[in-house]
């Protein structure tokens, strides 16, 4: 499978009135074609600004280091997303290449103009396409994800449709230009379980049809597992762990994604106490010196968490941890 | 045994107009007969999907909306109230006694007032103290049960994370003393690790202080972990109602198991796909006839497209499901 885009040491700090915030520290990953990629964590570990990083959408405040690289890998050759400087070059990133879904499809439609309009708009902006063709390829869309009546939902404004409809129009919108790359952010979390389960589905359809490449956003482990091949959990800015989902999902190895899965409330089990991750992500202006997880860690190992970065260690051949507990084969 | 039930409700709606005009009036059925009991002492958890009625009954409990049609009664054993006409004094008097926990603890707390004044507010507003001094020593106690520092108690709410945020709503909602707390999606808004430490402090009150917990939520899981009786609502009614083992061992509504079935599996390999629901809940203005579930059921029959189940025990102990086919989908293992 080919590379879609690949992510090299991504540093992205904002300025603030309280100086420099840390957001994303020394990010690298990549997606490849007919991959889905679950992006995890908490509330404030950096996922969401990471994804917004892809598309150049982060704030004017932010800034990225000199070493930070984000390449996505077209048909006409590389895009190196952060030179990107003019709106009309961004185009390729921004409902072109990439299309993005929000968490509140309520927040994402414009609510005085009708789902259609918004669908024609921006097929006309990203193809060739006349209006007449666009709306035709719009209602296809819209009936390809499950919509009954796409003639007569067209008409209708986000306000007519309910949550589930409206994260289905979304996810036709966000496809309908046939972008090569999806950031799904939270899909499913403002949707009831069985919706949840149907969007799920709809999406794991999708990859298979148009082969593309997706990133899920979620905090919820067990979408994660159901929906991804690959897993990157993300704790107070940093990537802590990777690998293929059965692999970090039935053994996690660092102490957070552990500790992640044990506060899980499980259903198999409901007789053992629920296991929090104790205290709270401190804030982006306290992070802690040496491993970012070491104010909450139970299996400190020395003082080289409190003050030495750990460094990225390959538990076996695909699966990363960084944390100081493991040392790569051969250096024991 | 109406004795050990703190509240009972028989036949209860929450009906809501929508609508002016005299072609254009309707009602809208939030909760529809509903009869419920809930033990005192216990953790009882409300599960349902989003219209489904389940914030309405809480609130209606909470005397926060009215009581259209039907009863409810309030036992706590000093007093027994009747909520459907309660008002004046015994209404102000039944506020102490029966508390919310919001959902979002990041809009239910005045950013403007510090968490002691916060927690205080409630002591002050019905004058259940009479210093300054017996208030500040009521706050501290009860910041303390809820793990609160002393120190925090001058801070102001922006200082504090999503965690300690839902702790000072706990402790706001319990600083009168209730004994039945309303907690509507309390832990929703919260991440996974801290989530667990916020139901284990729940658990917590509920067994050192005595209160009745009725826990709104939409998460099964979560309510499989801390509640002791768990009631299934769709549209409006109660379709299912048992302790919480034999509900998850054994439902006995098709709603029940299709809800078990949507919760994604930790297991990536466990497919579970063969028995999600279609559809979407059907809007309460317009609901279908007979069972409000037959629109998404699998199991669904001509029967169930005209007469509307009753809610009737089913095998176990003070378990109780409204579907016409329970006995037979049983019998043939369907579910």
């Given at each position: 499978m080919?590379?879609?885009?690949?992510?090299?040491?991504?540093?992205?700090?904002?300025?603030t009135d309280?100086?420099l915030?840390?957001?994303v520290e020394d990010v690298?990953?990549?997606?490849r074609k007919?991959?889905?990629?679950g992006?995890v964590?908490?509330?404030g570990?950096?996922k969401s600004?990471?994804?917004k990083?892809?598309?150049?959408?982060n704030?004017k405040?932010?800034?990225?280091?000199?070493?930070?690289?984000i390449?996505?890998?077209?048909?006409?050759?590389?895009?190196?997303v952060?030179?990107?400087?003019?709106?009309?070059?961004?185009k390729?990133?921004?409902?072109?290449?990439?299309s993005?879904?929000?968490?509140?499809?309520?927040a994402?439609f414009?609510?005085?103009?009708?789902?259609?309009?918004?669908?024609?708009?921006?097929?006309?902006?990203?193809?060739?396409?006349?209006?007449a063709?666009?709306?035709?390829?719009s209602?296809?869309?819209l009936?390809?994800v499950?919509i009954?009546?796409?003639h007569?939902?067209?008409?209708?404004?986000?306000?007519?449709?309910?949550g589930?409809?409206?994260?289905?129009?979304m996810?036709?919108?966000?496809?309908?230009?046939?972008?090569?790359?999806?950031?799904a952010?939270?899909?499913t979390?403002?949707?009831?379980?069985?919706?949840?389960a149907?969007?799920i589905?709809?999406?794991?359809d999708?990859?298979?049809?148009?082969d593309?490449?997706?990133?899920?956003?979620?905090?919820?482990?067990g979408?994660?597992?159901?929906?991804?091949?690959?897993?990157?959990v993300?704790?107070?800015?940093?990537?802590?762990?990777?690998?293929?989902v059965?692999?970090v999902i039935?053994?996690?190895?660092?102490?957070?994604?552990?500790?992640?899965?044990?506060?899980?409330p499980k259903?198999?089990?409901?007789?053992?106490?629920?296991?929090?991750?104790?205290g709270d992500?401190?804030?982006?202006?306290?992070?802690?010196?040496?491993?970012?997880?070491?104010?909450?860690?139970?299996?400190i190992?020395?003082?080289?968490?409190?003050s030495?970065l750990?460094p990225?260690v390959?538990v076996?051949?695909?699966h990363?941890?960084?944390?100081h507990i493991?040392?790569?084969?051969g250096?024991? | 045994?109406?004795?050990?039930?703190?509240?009972?409700?028989?036949?209860?709606?929450?009906?809501?107009?929508?609508?002016?005009?005299?072609?254009n009036k309707?009602?809208?059925?939030?909760v529809?007969?509903?009869?419920?009991?809930?033990?005192?002492g216990?953790f009882?958890?409300?599960v349902?999907?989003?219209?489904?009625?389940?914030?309405t009954?809480?609130?209606?409990?909470?005397?926060?909306?009215?009581?259209?049609?039907?009863?409810?009664?309030?036992?706590?054993g000093?007093?027994?109230?009747?909520?459907?006409?309660?008002?004046?004094?015994?209404?102000?008097?039944?506020?102490?006694?029966?508390?919310l926990?919001?959902?979002d603890p990041y809009a239910a707390?005045?950013?403007r007032?510090?968490?002691r004044?916060?927690?205080?507010?409630?002591l002050?507003?019905?004058g259940?103290?009479?210093s300054?001094?017996?208030?500040?020593d009521?706050?501290r106690?009860?910041?303390a049960?809820c793990r609160l520092?002393l120190?925090?108690?001058r801070r102001?709410?922006?200082?504090?994370?999503?965690?300690q945020?839902?702790?000072?709503?706990?402790?706001?909602?319990?600083?009168?003393?209730?004994?039945?707390?309303?907690?509507?999606?309390?832990?929703a808004?919260?991440?996974?690790?801290?989530?667990?430490?916020?139901l284990?402090?729940?658990?917590?009150?509920?067994?050192?202080l005595?209160?009745?917990?009725?826990?709104?939520?939409?998460?099964?899981?979560?309510?499989?972990?801390?509640?002791?009786?768990?009631?299934?609502?769709?549209?409006g009614r109660?379709?299912?109602?048992?302790?919480?083992?034999?509900?998850?061992?054994?439902?006995?509504?098709?709603?029940?198991?299709?809800?078990?079935?949507?919760?994604?599996?930790l297991d990536?390999d466990?497919?579970?796909?063969a028995?999600?629901?279609d559809?979407?809940?059907?809007s309460?203005?317009?609901?279908?006839?007979?069972?409000k579930?037959?629109?998404r059921c699998?199991?669904?029959?001509?029967?169930?497209?005209?007469?509307?189940?009753?809610?009737e025990?089913?095998?176990?102990?003070g378990?109780?499901?409204?579907?016409?086919r329970?006995?037979?989908?049983?019998?043939?293992?369907?579910?």
């Amino acid at each position: 499978m080919s590379d879609l885009i690949t992510v090299q040491n991504l540093t992205l700090k904002f300025r603030t009135d309280e100086g420099l915030i840390t957001a994303v520290e020394d990010v690298s990953f990549r997606v490849r074609k007919g991959e889905v990629m679950g992006l995890v964590g908490e509330s404030g570990s950096g996922k969401s600004v990471t994804a917004k990083a892809l598309m150049h959408l982060n704030a004017k405040n932010a800034v990225y280091t000199p070493e930070s690289k984000i390449i996505l890998h077209t048909d006409e050759g590389e895009v190196d997303v952060l030179a990107l400087r003019k709106a009309s070059e961004m185009k390729v990133v921004r409902g072109g290449a990439i299309s993005m879904i929000f968490q509140e499809p309520m927040a994402s439609f414009a609510p005085a103009i009708s789902i259609g309009k918004q669908m024609i708009e921006q097929l006309m902006l990203h193809s060739d396409m006349t209006k007449a063709q666009a709306r035709t390829h719009s209602i296809e869309m819209l009936d390809r994800v499950g919509i009954s009546d796409p003639h007569k939902r067209v008409d209708q404004f986000a306000f007519e449709l309910s949550g589930g409809m409206r994260q289905r129009a979304m996810i036709a919108m966000a496809l309908s230009t046939q972008p090569k790359l999806l950031i799904a952010d939270e899909p499913t979390t403002a949707l009831d379980v069985t919706i949840q389960a149907q969007v799920i589905d709809l999406m794991k359809d999708l990859v298979t049809e148009f082969d593309m490449g997706i990133i899920f956003i979620t905090h919820d482990l067990g979408v994660v597992a159901q929906t991804a091949d690959y897993v990157s959990v993300m704790y107070l800015g940093r990537l802590i762990e990777k690998g293929p989902v059965r692999e970090v999902i039935r053994d996690p190895r660092h102490p957070y994604t552990q500790g992640l899965i044990a506060a899980l409330p499980k259903l198999d089990d409901l007789e053992s106490p629920l296991t929090p991750v104790p205290g709270d992500i401190p804030s982006p202006l306290e992070r802690p010196p040496g491993c970012v997880f070491n104010t909450r860690c139970s299996k400190i190992v020395g003082d080289q968490c409190m003050s030495v970065l750990p460094p990225d260690v390959k538990v076996d051949p695909v699966h990363r941890v960084a944390c100081h507990i493991y040392k790569e084969e051969g250096q024991a | 045994m109406s004795n050990d039930m703190i509240i009972s409700a028989r036949d209860l709606s929450v009906g809501f107009q929508i609508g002016t005009g005299i072609f254009n009036k309707h009602i809208l059925k939030a909760v529809d007969s509903v009869s419920v009991d809930i033990e005192t002492g216990s953790f009882f958890g409300l599960v349902g999907e989003s219209g489904s009625g389940k914030t309405t009954l809480g609130r209606a409990f909470l005397k926060a909306v009215p009581i259209t049609n039907g009863t409810a009664t309030y036992d706590d054993g000093e007093v027994a109230l009747d909520l459907a006409t309660l008002d004046g004094p015994a209404l102000k008097d039944y506020r102490k006694r029966a508390q919310l926990i919001f959902q979002d603890p990041y809009a239910a707390l005045s950013p403007r007032m510090t968490v002691r004044d916060i927690i205080a507010e409630p002591l002050e507003v019905m004058g259940l103290t009479n210093s300054r001094a017996e208030t500040d020593d009521r706050v501290r106690e009860i910041a303390a049960k809820c793990r609160l520092n002393l120190e925090h108690l001058r801070r102001f709410p922006h200082a504090f994370s999503g965690g300690q945020r839902q702790r000072i709503s706990i402790a706001r909602a319990l600083v009168s003393g209730p004994k039945f707390v309303v907690a509507d999606e309390s832990v929703a808004a919260l991440d996974v690790s801290i989530q667990a430490d916020v139901l284990n402090l729940l658990k917590e009150l509920q067994r050192d202080l005595g209160i009745t917990f009725m826990f709104i939520s939409h998460d099964l899981s979560v309510v499989a972990h801390t509640c002791d009786h768990v009631a299934v609502m769709y549209l409006g009614r109660l379709v299912e109602s048992a302790p919480t083992r034999q509900l998850f061992e054994a439902p006995r509504h098709p709603y029940t198991k299709a809800l078990f079935s949507a919760i994604p599996s930790l297991d990536p390999d466990d497919d579970k796909s063969a028995q999600k629901l279609d559809g979407e809940i059907p809007s309460p203005t317009n609901q279908p006839p007979g069972c409000k579930f037959h629109t998404r059921c699998p199991f669904a029959v001509d029967r169930c497209k005209i007469e509307e189940p009753k809610l009737e025990h089913a095998d176990g102990t003070g378990h109780e499901v409204a579907c016409h086919r329970w006995v037979e989908l049983m019998e043939q293992h369907a579910l």
